[in-house]
């Protein structure tokens, strides 16, 4: 069975050039990975201010998977990020999924 497992990354300092040579192999492997997401992107302060780091709700197995799932990406292999945390995540309120009680 399935669960949900939010990811959120942190960029490594001054790693914007990396980030933006490997852009399309990265959107390329969510691209190819689509199903198991249920929402991800890039985490700003502002708007207009490059990316600072990702964030993602998958769907996985269990948390080994999920790491495996997240360490893929090829952000990880050129050095974009500097942290990664992983946690089971439980859906308990919001407006996508109105008709759940909590």
Known sequence: M?????????????????????MQAHLKYAEDNKDRFMIGGALRFQPEQPAVGSAMVINASD??????????????ANGVYESTEIFLFNVGVGAWIADKKL
């Open 2 to 22: 399935a669960n949900l497992y939010l990811i959120i990354r942190r960029d490594a300092p001054d790693s914007l050039a990396k980030r933006l040579e490997v």
């Open 63 to 76: 948390l080994e998977a999920a790491g495996s799932f997240a360490n893929a990406d090829p952000f990880v």
